[in-house]
């Protein structure tokens, strides 16, 4: 990587090595090296099934991997495991370990994601939704080689076609790995970084081309096939789907962002931190964060990519810079500065971590946010202003300011907008990625609380009758039909084009949390209390207010159900939000007000010499 040729420039004016940049530098990370890992360009790691199994084995106390039986075999991760030895290992290691305890012990022998039997999901009788959603969530759980490994995307009984919902998905995991943890079920979680790990440097290629060596899978399958050879036995094989196999072939940004956020919680909730400290999943992190650091054409701090590769993985015009894929993205960052372990050798690696962060923070904080103040500054900014100290410097035409916004745009609150390219914001609202800037200190305290404001203030609109918008407003006519390529599954108020996800709850109970606010996730759980168990946990919600389960959702979607857990959890127990939060620290802070300082929008006046920032 070209880490150690990274300038930061900034139009210095006021700022000072010394002031800001400098110390926070300094101060911050312990020194760290990055090697490479031994992988082949096919993307197999060639030491990989010996060091998963020598590794697994000393490191992850008490789990059942059947490591000696795990091997690479071609394109997939395989275990060998006889049917009566995988029966026999759930009984004996998986359900005793760590708490997939009583209400398994009365659950028939797990069929990957299938209801049970007796699993009739509307059967809630006397039991509490959390009772009922308990009972959905470990129905949903995967198993490979008899140990819990994730949960199944959507267990709808009534879907006729499959398609992908009975993979395990690398990001609809999250929610189900972190109430998992918050029951104090820690297996699975551990089981899922660490095979999801063994699946991160797989060859994978679309129509012979391989995408960056640090890819997560989008999600993954466990397949049963005859073992060659002895019909007697079955192999377990881990099929992962890197975007090669997905709708639209989008590639899964956010896959890796998930997994590196996760296995900081996995740390702060367990206290255990040799999982992190595994010399396999140190280099999993590094290899996350070369491929998200590697230099390219780009001109902003921001993470180029292409439309769809977050949580909405359709086009939906969210190509360039969305701001959902920047706050997991931040997120990731600051997560992984934490965990990084002090190595010879990594200094590019942390400087480049380190000067991303500034740049990233500072970037987003005053280029994406929003609130009346600003919009009025956009209503009559100059354009075509050639220069270093353009006000305008994206070149925005006023003329963009859409109508709805000056309606939408409250008093009191403001948000961070959907993208920022050259000569183009994107206005719309993206709740996801609001609310982790919040969690992730993205935005600034006083824009944290603003977003809040903002939510309770347009109620009416992001939470409706079923919480939670994914964005708004939806795009409709002469828009959708350009924007989303006439898509029939994003028509407006549907789906991703405006529809409403239950699962967006845990994301918004850990930010109002977070800023000491937790009534308007209680007040937005109390909301999805009223339809969400009997309407059968849909993936999501149509219409202005939400008032209809989705055209084309799935039923018993499982994010719906973790999501809804996660915030009941937290709320019961909100200091347990700080498993999942990040506090700016001080070096970024003072670095952020020097680079404020310096701005010239606030400075506009005859022109400062130029000075790189070499660090
Ligand atoms: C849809 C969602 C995506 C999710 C997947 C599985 O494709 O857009 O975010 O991961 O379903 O639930």
Known sequence: MAASETVLRVPLGSLSQSCCLASFFVNSTPNLSFKPVSINRKGVRCTSSHEFSTVSN????????????????????????????????????????????????????????????????????????????????????VFYCGSPIGTIAANDPS??????????????????????????????????????????????????????????????KVKTVPLDGDDSMTEEVLDPDFGEAAIGRVAPVDSGLWWIILLRAYGKCTGDLSVQERVDVQTGIKM????????????????????????????????GHPLEIQALFYSALVCAREMLTPEDGSDDLIRALNNRLVALNFHIREYYWLDLKKINEI???????????????????????PSWLVDFMPNRGGYLIGNLQPAHMDFRFFTLGNLWSIVSSLATNDQSHAILDLIEAKWAELVADMPLKICYPAMEGEEWRIITGSDPKNTPWSYHNGGAWPTLLWQLTVASIKMGRPEIAEKAVELAERRISLDKWPEYYDTKRARFIGKQARLYQTWSIAGYLVAKLLLANPAAAKFLTSEEDS??????????????????????AQQPFIV
């Open 159 to 220: 879907s006729t076609s499959v398609l992908n919902y009975d993979q395990v998905f690398i990001r609809d995991f999250i929610p189900s790995g972190i109430a998992f943890l918050l029951k104090g079920e820690y297996d699975i979680v551990r089981n899922f970084i660490l095979y999801t790990l063994q699946l991160q440097s797989w060859e994978k290629t679309m129509d012979c081309h391989s995408p960056g060596q640090g890819l997560m899978p989008c999600s993954f």
């Open 58 to 141: 000393s490191a992850v106390r008490g789990n059942s991997f059947h490591s000696s039986n795990c091997s690479l075999k071609g394109k997939k991760f395989v275990c060998k495991c006889q049917k009566h030895d995988v029966e026999e290992s759930i009984r004996s290691t998986v359900l005793p370990s760590d708490g997939l305890k009583s209400d398994l012990d009365e659950m028939p022998l797990p069929v990957n994601g299938s209801l049970s039997s007796n699993g009739n999901a509307q059967s809630v009788g006397t039991k509490s939704i959390e009772d009922e959603a308990w009972d959905l969530l470990r129905q949903s759980v």
């Open 288 to 319: 996350i964060l070369k491929l998200c650091l590697a230099d390219g054409f780009d001109m902003f701090p921001t993470l180029l990519v292409t439309d769809g590769s977050c949580m909405i993985d359709r086009r939906m015009g969210i190509h």
């Open 379 to 401: 209503y009559r900014y100059q354009t075509e202003e050639y220069s270093y100290d353009a006000v305008n410097k994206f070149n925005i035409y006023p003329d963009q300011i």
């Open 587 to 608: 070096d970024l802070r003072n670095a952020f007000s020097c680079m404020i300082s310096a701005n010239p929008r606030r400075t506009r006046g005859p022109k400062k």
